[in-house]
């Protein structure tokens, strides 16, 4: 599964973006990530929802999303 927003240049750029994610998840709290290689978004068709998932070392989070959107500086 790829991140959730691009960490390489785009479209010739010389750099990559700053990406943000401002997600609100399912329980009503609000968090706002960068273009993290350990963050990504999964699909789960069983569920038909979207899930915000942060794998680094032995930390392991899943939040059910209700609403997300990506921006970039």
Avoid: K
């Avoid at 699909?43 to 921006?71: P, R």
């Amino acid at each position: 599964q790829s991140p959730i927003c691009p960490r390489t240049p785009v479209e010739g750029e010389p750099t990559a973006r700053l990406y943000m994610i401002g997600v609100i998840l399912a329980n009503g709290t609000h968090h706002i990530y960068d273009n993290d290689p350990a963050s990504r978004i999964r699909w789960d068709a069983s569920l038909s929802t979207y899930f915000f998932v942060y794998e680094y070392g032995t930390m392991h989070f899943e939040e059910e999303i209700f609403a997300a959107t990506c921006a970039y500086q």
